[in-house]
């Protein structure tokens, strides 16, 4: 069932567990989502990147939402990282329940001035928006941002943020990465605790695939309420049709797209129960 991503986190900051964000890319990918959620009884986040949202338009996108509202849980669709006011406005007008107004990139007074806009934009449409203090390294999806320019979030230039722009959400940077994380992660706890005394809005943290679960389970204790979950989901698809690829089979295409869907699941229901969001729904 099609809910505001706003109800979802503010559901999971009270009861304390986090709500799964899967960047998706097609059908596949979008029914290995429903049928982990509805097979854990979960809630989750489809999520759309700019880019993918270039390629298949807003008929994309009705896919997603058709397929969260026909879910048996609650689910909701998020445009991520997106730094462009036409492709917000468009996500938007396709009927998403959230997007990410991205100004990461920039200095912190413009970071701000786009966002505070495109917080507007989207309320006055009856969706929710996420924004990012800090900025996140690593690469994934076209975008690339290199560790001297990854910035750590100030929990009290968050709490002046929050307050000037009025977002419902907000995504910090502790020393996680996009993509793989190449050595230990090491996430600055310290510093998310006092973003967490700063605000009361739900936390997010972006570059979840590769965590370990004791650093996931402490930031959900410190307000993180929703994890982006990107690489290795994507990982697992490309993996399948590459072993299909060195094979003979003849099997059918449909055949394939479900067991490429049902390799897909398995990742996301693993997710989903670390997260702490199974039966939640």
Known sequence: MLTSTKELLEKAQ?????????????????????????????????????NI???????????????????????SVHLD????????????????????????????????????????????????????????????????????EAKMTDPYQAKQFVAESRVDFLAVTIGNVHGRYHSEPRLDFKRLAKVRQQLDIPLVLHGASGLPA?????????????????????????????????????RDLLDCQKASTGAMQEIIAQKIRLFGSAGKA
């Open 214 to 250: 004791l650093m996931i389970q402490r930031s959900i204790e410190l307000g993180v309420c929703k994890f982006n979950v990107n690489t290795e989901v994507r990982q697992k698809y490309l993996q399948f049709w590459r072993e299909y690829g060195k094979t003979d089979s003849k």
């Open 14 to 50: 009270k009861q304390a567990y986090a709500v799964g964000a899967f960047n998706l890319y097609n059908l596949e990918g979008v029914k290995a989502v429903v049928n982990a959620a509805e097979a854990d009884n979960s809630p989750a986040i489809i999520q759309i990147l700019p």
């Open 81 to 148: 990282h997106c730094d462009s006011r036409t492709h917000i406005e468009t996500a938007l007008d396709a009927g998403v329940q959230s997007v990410l107004a991205d100004g990461s990139k920039f200095p912190f007074q413009e970071n701000l001035a786009f966002t505070r806009e495109m917080t507007a934009l989207a309320h006055a449409q009856g969706a929710t928006v996420e924004a990012e203090i800090g900025r996140i390294s690593g690469t994934e999806d076209g975008m690339t941002v290199a560790a001297k």
């Open 53 to 75: 949202l270039e390629y298949g338009g807003t008929p994309l996108v009705k896919l997603f939402i058709e397929a969260a509202d026909s879910a048996k849980v609650p689910m």
